[in-house]
């Protein structure tokens, strides 16, 4: 079992060292790749020196600029295949994703073909969130939900584990989301390709250091991609992963 979990990153330096060290201290066996979209406050060097530190547990991949997360992760996705992967996670750096949930999705993903950090089955939730933030996210997962029939709770969850046939099966040339859109996409990818999605509930906890990405221009870009989403996955149908 080779489990890498990718970590885009883009300006996290007070936050890529602590997180890479407390996801190696779980000793669940897993690599992290971490992603950088030539950070300029030198999250990238923090980053290979890492690597050097903690060889054959850390790698890094340096893209040449800023692309937004849907970009990052097949970036990472990719490489992680090469390096043979057999189970690929997506994890945010910023500890809005406890590391402690790793060993449970690790456990989890035996049985199924993707796993996700639900913050919206029994027993999941957030901490630290304004009433206007939890509107939008709980607004967004219900609108993406209403529009193309997904049954997955949270649509909208950075935090999952993918089985490496599901993401060798997915045509990432098809994905057109840059930005957080990206996850409701692939999630809906995976539904349609049949594969059986499992949540395992998390506390979601807002980031306290370093700036959050999220915009208005990247809600407005998923809200305008799911309208689509039905009409541009059609043929998928026919194409179940099992």
Request: negative net charge; glycine residues 10%.
């Amino acid at each position: 079992m080779k489990p890498i979990i990718v970590i885009p990153t883009y300006n996290e330096k007070e936050n890529l060292e602590k997180i890479v060290k407390e996801i190696l201290a779980l000793d669940c066996g897993v690599t992290i790749l971490v992603v950088d979209d030539n950070s300029p406050d030198g999250t990238g060097e923090i980053a290979d020196r890492l690597g050097s530190e903690l060889d054959g547990q850390v790698a890094v991949v340096h893209r040449q600029k800023k692309e937004g997360l849907g970009p990052a992760y097949m970036n990472g996705f990719e490489v992680a295949l090469e390096m043979g992967a057999d189970y690929i996670f997506e994890m945010d750096a910023d500890f809005s994703h406890n590391p402690k949930y790793i060993p449970d999705m690790l456990d989890a993903i035996k049985q199924h073909d993707v796993v996700i950090g639900s913050r919206y089955v029994p027993g999941g939730g957030t901490e630290n969130w304004g009433l206007a933030r939890k509107l939008i996210s709980r607004g967004g997962s219900a609108y993406a939900r209403l529009l193309t029939g997904m049954k997955t709770r949270d649509c909208t969850a950075g935090f999952r584990c993918f089985r490496r046939d599901v993401i060798e099966s997915i045509d990432f040339s098809r994905v057109s989301a840059s930005g957080y859109g990206f996850q409701v996409e692939l999630a809906y990818i995976c539904e349609k390709m049949g594969c059986d999605i499992f949540e395992v509930p998390i506390i979601f906890v807002d980031r306290t250091e370093g700036t959050s990405k999220m915009s208005k221009s990247i809600i407005f870009e998923a809200m305008i991609l799911v309208t689509g989403l039905k009409k541009r996955y059609r043929d998928l149908d026919d194409k179940k992963h099992r």
